[in-house]
């Protein structure tokens, strides 16, 4: 997908991690596990949100807030791959994580290390930059988790800043902050365009079980009419995803792949949806294209971004059907 124009991606990563992914042939408890030599990309929700923007052929800005040695190496890392980055300094030292896959078994074991707390004036920092370079009609994605001390209003407040823009918001976060989010429906002009869950989100905000897509769609339907986003977007895991908005319901169903990694799938999807959205596709066309970003992305190794052409050869397999409730 080329269009003529479409507008900038902009992603906000306030969590970022320098990602390490390996394999070892046995994971065993109590022996030295020897793993080959690890591959370092750089890591958070925005930041593979952006990676995969680009390779789309998007124009698409990195907001990153990193400190210490782990965050120049981060910043080396994303100066590889040519992504266009706006670094926010901060005191603490960004954080690092972990992934290994059992070459027998193929299970993946991945390991999260925590993050520094901001300072007030960081969080600021952030915002400022973010909302001084948006411009109307730019998509802005905020991916990934948030530091432990952020405010659980944190993404209302920057969503109120960013309409004052113009700017559309795409949300993908979880813990307080989506609770947040989902209990205080924004005020006019500050609706986020989508605000992404995976399943057990969904079900966690539902406060019960959403055994099929029809379930699932209720709950995304209720919150398109609460005012709590203009189209919100249900993983339903392995089975496919679903997008709500005021004119209707679908349901992608994933591709059948090999599962070779789960990283970056969800933010895969993100950006591959907002990549689409942005160029003036249709819900439908977009929910298709980010659907087969994050099969493409399971079948893809360890960190790295899947490419454009795996994702349109899933194209096919991803066929979209309207839900009715």
Known sequence: MTPDHIPAILT??????????????RIAPGHKLRCTEPRLDPGGGGINVSRLVARLGGDTTAFVALGGGTGMQLVAALQAERISTRIIPIGGETRRSLSVRDLTTGEQFRFMLPGPALTAAEYD??????????????????SGSLPTCAAPDLINDIAHRLSEQGARLVIDTSGAALD???????ADGAIPEVLRFDHLEAEEAAGRF????????RFAA???ARGIARRVVVGRQAEGNLLADATGIWFAQAATVTVISTIGAGD???????FVLASGASPA??????????????????TQI???EAIEALLPECAVLPVAI
């Open 222 to 224: 209720d919150l398109v």
């Open 268 to 274: 895969s999807f993100l950006a591959a949806l907002t």
């Open 285 to 302: 066309e977009a929910l298709q294209w980010g659907t087969a970003a994050a099969s493409a992305a399971v079948a893809t190794p360890g």
């Open 210 to 217: 959403l055994s099929t897509k029809e379930d699932t769609a």
């Open 125 to 142: 920092a952030a915002v400022t930059a973010l909302t001084e370079e948006a411009a109307a009609g730019d998509f802005v994605v905020i």
């Open 306 to 308: 899947c490419t454009p």
């Open 180 to 186: 947040h989010i989902v209990a205080h429906p924004p």
């Open 12 to 25: 906000l990563t306030l969590n970022p991690a320098l990602d390490l992914s390996s394999e070892t042939p």
